[in-house]
C-alpha cells in the first residue's frame, strides 16, 4: 500500500499539492502504532426517563432503538412534533409518553445521587455506598470529589460471550453483530479513562474477564496505562471444567494493573505465626543488581557455627531467619545473568568468620582458590560446579558483614568450602501466586447456590448491575441516579 501511494503522489502535476500530500502522508505515518487496532463507535447514549421533553431536546421512543433519534420542534397538548436528527425524513407526532429524552455519553447530564436506605453496623465503624446508575456517569460523580484519591477499583465488565449479555445504545450485542468486539473496547475505554484519574499513584486497577475478551482488553490496558506493570492471575471458578470444545475450561482471568513503584504494592497473604513489629521493617533494594528472590529455595537449612552471635538482642530472635547468601533456583542466579555479584568472599579460618566482600570479578576471568593474607576466599559457586551469584552486589555485602548478619553455615568436607548465610527479618505475609484455586472461588457451590439460598435466581440479576464505592461518601453527592445499568460493575475502595 505505501508503494501504490508514493507511485499516485508522483502522478500529481502540481508540486505544490503534492506537497502537501506527501507531508500529510507523512503525518499519518507517524500515528501508525503497534497493537490494538478497532473502530471507535458512535459515543453511547442514555435514556433519562425523568427528563421532561421539551423543545430542541434530543428524543427516542421508548420501546425502539436509542440512536433512532429525533429532534422535538414543538410540544403541545401531549403531542411532541419530531424530526429525525440525521435530517433526513419528514416530520410526525408521536404522544410524549412514547418519548424519552436520550443524551449522548461525555454531554452534561449533571448526575446526582438521591439517599434511598441505609443499613447500619458497626458504630462508628467506616461505612460504604451503593449507587445504583449507569456507571460511565457514576464514575464522572466521582470524579468530582475523588480524582487521584482511590486506592484500588475493581471491574467486572460484560464477558462479551456473543450470548446477548451486555447492550450497547440499548441493543443487545450477539455474536451476529460484525462489531461487537470494537463495541466493546469502545464501552471499556471510556470507564477506563476516567477510572484512570480517580486512581491514586499507588492505585491498582483491577478487571475480571474470560478468554472472549482477555487478550483485547490486556492490549486496551497497556494503551490506557502505558507505564503500569500488568499481572494476569488464573482464577478456577469451576473445577469440573465446562462443556467446551477441545478443552474443558475452569478458570476465569484477573488483570491487574499496577503502578511500578520500584517496590511491591500488592500485599500478600499473613505468614502463619509471623510476629509483626509496629515500626517500619528494613527496606530492600530492588534494583537489578540487589534484587532478593522471594522464594523457599532460599531458606537456610545449615546450622549456624556460631549461633550465639547473633546481630540483634536474643529477645528478638522470633523476628529473624537466616537466607542463603546465594542465589539460588534459576531466576536470575547465574553469574553471566548478575555479573557484579560474582566475587569472592574472605573468611577467617580461626574465628570462623566472614570479614570481607571483594570486587567484582570480571567475566573473563576466571576465580582462584588462593588464600589473601591468610583468609579464605568462597565463592557462589554450586556442587555441580555452575558459576552462581551471591544475593547482593559487594557494597551491600559488606554492609551485611559489618552488621554481623554475614555468618558462616556447616563445612563441606568433600568441597572444602562453607554455606554461607544472612540473618534476615522474616517476612510478615508472603507474596500471592498467579494461579488462584479456592474453595470460595468456586461460582457453582458459592455463586448459584448462594444465589437460591437467599431465594434468587442469576437471572434475576442480570437486568440491573451496580456501581460500589467505598467508604465514605461526601455530603455533596446527594441527588438521583437514572437507570440501572447493564454495563458491568466497578467497585472502589479509599
Not at 443499613?119 to 467506616?126: C, K, N, P, S, T
Not at 546465594?326 to 568472599?345: D, I, K, M, T, V
Amino acid at each position: 500500500m505505501a508503494n501504490e501511494i508514493q507511485e499516485l503522489l508522483a502522478e500529481i502535476k502540481d508540486e505544490r499539492l503534492k506537497a502537501r500530500l506527501s507531508a500529510a502522508v507523512t503525518e499519518l505515518r507517524k500515528t501508525k502504532k503497534f497493537g490494538l487496532v478497532f473502530e471507535d463507535h458512535l459515543p453511547e447514549m442514555l435514556p433519562i426517563y425523568s427528563a421532561k421533553v421539551r423543545s430542541q431536546a434530543r428524543v427516542a421512543r421508548r420501546d425502539g432503538r436509542l440512536t433512532d433519534s429525533f429532534i422535538v420542534q414543538r410540544v403541545a397538548k401531549g403531542v411532541a412534533t419530531v424530526v429525525p436528527e440525521t435530517g433526513e425524513g419528514q416530520s410526525q407526532s408521536i404522544p410524549v409518553a412514547e418519548l424519552v429524552v436520550v443524551k449522548r455519553f461525555g454531554e452534561a447530564i449533571f448526575p446526582a445521587l438521591r439517599h434511598v436506605e441505609s443499613v447500619l453496623r458497626g458504630g462508628d465503624a467506616l461505612h460504604h455506598a451503593l449507587i445504583e446508575a449507569d456507571n460511565y456517569h457514576a464514575l464522572q460523580l466521582l470524579e468530582w470529589l475523588y480524582a487521584g484519591k482511590v486506592d484500588c477499583i475493581y471491574i467486572d465488565p460484560p464477558y462479551n460471550t456473543g450470548a446477548r449479555d451486555w447492550k450497547y445504545n440499548n441493543d443487545y450485542v450477539d455474536k451476529a453483530d460484525s462489531w461487537r468486539h470494537s463495541k466493546w473496547l469502545s464501552m471499556m475505554k471510556r470507564r477506563l479513562l476516567i477510572a484512570r484519574k480517580l486512581l491514586r499513584p499507588d492505585g491498582v486497577l483491577v478487571v475480571t474477564i474470560d478468554e472472549h475478551e482477555v487478550h483485547h482488553l490486556a492490549t486496551l490496558l497497556e494503551e490506557i496505562f502505558p507505564s503500569y506493570l500488568r499481572h494476569v492471575v488464573s482464577m478456577v471458578i469451576n473445577p469440573k471444567g465446562t462443556g467446551k470444545h477441545n478443552f474443558a475450561r475452569v478458570d476465569e482471568y484477573a488483570i491487574f494493573c499496577v503502578p511500578d513503584l520500584g517496590r511491591s504494592v500488592i500485599s500478600g497473604t499473613p505468614q502463619p505465626g509471623a510476629v509483626i513489629k509496629t515500626e517500619e521493617a528494613e527496606a530492600v533494594d530492588d534494583d537489578a543488581d540487589e534484587n532478593v528472590a522471594d522464594d523457599d529455595e532460599d531458606s537456610a537449612d545449615d546450622a549456624v557455627s556460631e549461633s550465639g552471635d547473633l546481630p540483634f538482642p536474643s529477645n528478638e530472635i522470633e523476628l529473624w531467619e537466616l537466607r542463603h547468601a546465594r542465589r539460588r533456583g534459576g531466576e536470575s542466579s547465574y553469574r553471566h545473568q548478575r555479573p557484579n555479584q560474582f566475587y569472592a568472599l574472605l573468611i577467617d579460618p580461626k574465628s570462623q568468620r566472614v570479614v570481607r566482600a571483594c570486587d567484582s570479578l570480571p567475566l573473563a576471568t576466571q576465580p582462584t582458590f588462593q588464600k589473601v593474607n591468610g583468609l579464605i576466599p568462597v565463592w557462589p559457586i554450586d556442587a555441580e560446579n555452575n558459576h552462581r551469584c551471591w544475593r547482593f552486589i559487594p557494597p551491600k555485602m559488606q554492609s551485611l558483614i559489618d552488621a554481623r548478619r554475614v555468618v558462616l553455615g556447616r563445612y563441606n568436607e568433600a568441597r572444602q568450602t562453607w554455606t554461607i548465610n544472612i540473618w534476615e527479618r522474616k517476612p510478615t505475609s508472603k507474596k500471592l501466586k498467579t494461579v488462584w484455586w479456592e474453595p470460595s472461588h468456586d461460582a457453582g457451590t458459592h455463586g448459584t447456590t448462594l444465589l437460591h439460598n437467599f431465594g434468587l435466581c442469576p437471572r434475576q440479576l442480570q437486568d440491573g448491575k451496580r456501581l460500589l464505592a467505598g467508604n465514605r461518601v461526601h455530603p455533596q453527592l446527594q441527588g438521583v441516579s437514572q437507570r440501572r445499568a447493564d454495563q458491568g460493575d466497578f467497585g472502589f475502595a479509599r
